[in-house]
Each structure stands twice: as structure tokens, then as C-alpha cells.
Nanobody, 124 residues
Framework: QVQLVESGGGLVQAGGSLRLSCAAS????????MAWFRQAPGKEREFVAT????????SYADSVKGRFTISRDNAKNTVFLQMNSLKPEDTAIYYC?????????????????WGQGTQVTVSS
């Protein structure tokens, strides 16, 4: 089992940057694909980015491609989401997720473990 704790959210002006972190418990972090999802008020949770177990391959939602970068440090059991050129429409709660069998999956159901989320608010 994996426990996930996100951090790094906050309030930022449009055009600014934030770096989210997700710390995982346990000694099997490197066996999980990791992903970030987000949920804006009144909307369904949506895929943002995912990274494979070894960190070599990544995939992004079209809405964040070229602005966000997902990475991981398996030695520190942590996955990151660097968010640049933020827009007001990026405002949401951002969730970290871990999936044992997921390979670049964009679907919620591929990820068995979820964090509590961290709020990101982008002002115009």
C-alpha cells in the first residue's frame, strides 16, 4: 500500500509558476506509475500528466502540454509537477495518484492510490 501527500499549492498570478510535490510512503515507490489529476469546482476530475516507473516516459493533457513538466525522484519517493505560464483555468485541486499496472494511462481507474489534494489558485 502507498500513502501519498501533496504539497506546494498556493495562490499565484497568471503567468507565474508553482512546483507541486507528492511524497510517497513505503519502499516500493519505484514499482508504481505516477500521475497528477485535477478537479476544478463543479467539474469532473481530469488527467494532467503521468510518468512511468523509471521516469523515462511521460504523457500530458493537451491543455498543459508545453507548460507543465512531471518528474520523479525514486530515491526520495517523490513525484513533482512543475507548472509554468499558469492560467486562471488551471485553478483546481491537484491530486497525486499511484498505479501499479498503469502505463501512461489517463484514466482515474488505472490508479489505485490517491492523495488528499493541494489547492492551486491562479488569479487573473
Amino acid at each position: 500500500q502507498v500513502q501519498l501527500v501533496e504539497s506546494g499549492g498556493g495562490l499565484v498570478q497568471a503567468g507565474g509558476s508553482l512546483r507541486l510535490s507528492c511524497a510517497a510512503s513505503g519502499r516500493t515507490f519505484s514499482s508504481y506509475a505516477m500521475a497528477w489529476f485535477r478537479q476544478a469546482p463543479g467539474k469532473e476530475r481530469e488527467f494532467v500528466a503521468t510518468i512511468t516507473r523509471g521516469g523515462i516516459y511521460t504523457s500530458y493533457a493537451d491543455s498543459v502540454k508545453g507548460r507543465f513538466t512531471i518528474s520523479r525522484d525514486n530515491a526520495k519517493n517523490t513525484v513533482f509537477l512543475q507548472m509554468n505560464s499558469l492560467k486562471p483555468e488551471d485553478t483546481a485541486i491537484y491530486y497525486c495518484a499511484a498505479g501499479g499496472s498503469a502505463v501512461l494511462s489517463t484514466h482515474n481507474s488505472a490508479y489505485a492510490y490517491w492523495g488528499q489534494g493541494t489547492q492551486v489558485t491562479v488569479s487573473s
